[in-house]
Nanobody
Framework: QVQLVESGGGLVQPGGSLRLSCAASGVIFSFNNMAWYRQAPGKQRELVAQ???????NYADSVTGRFTISRDTAKNTVALQMNNLKPEDTAVYYC??????????WGQGTQVTVSS
């Protein structure tokens, strides 16, 4: 069974940076898309950034130009570099992956809080 484990969340002041990492274990079938989602209190979970196996990326409009997603396909890891963080970026961030046979996996989430 695939397990995704996120790390790197925490408390940061507005304008600061954080780097989230996600490592997968128990991988049998390689991943196609890997992504980061987030869910703020009282809101639906939303896609933040996605990266394909070939390296194509797409971002939510709200984070374009501030966040960068990257992956190491050989190591089954994905990262999210978050710069110029804003209070509205406060949320639980989840790692997500879809393997080549269509199975999806979610991490347990890591809290990101942007506050002065």
């Amino acid at each position: 069974q695939v397990q995704l484990v996120e790390s790197g969340g925490g408390l940061v002041q507005p304008g600061g940076s954080l780097r989230l990492s996600c490592a997968a274990s128990g991988v049998i079938f390689s991943f196609n898309n890997m992504a980061w989602y987030r869910q703020a209190p009282g809101k639906q979970r939303e896609l933040v950034a996605q990266i394909s196996r070939g390296g194509s990326t797409n971002y939510a409009d709200s984070v374009t130009g501030r966040f960068t997603i990257s992956r190491d396909t050989a190591k089954n890891t994905v990262a999210l570099q978050m710069n110029n963080l804003k209070p509205e970026d406060t949320a639980v961030y989840y790692c997500h992956a879809v393997n080549v046979i269509g199975q999806t996996s979610w991490g347990q989430g890591t809290q990101v809080t942007v506050s002065s």
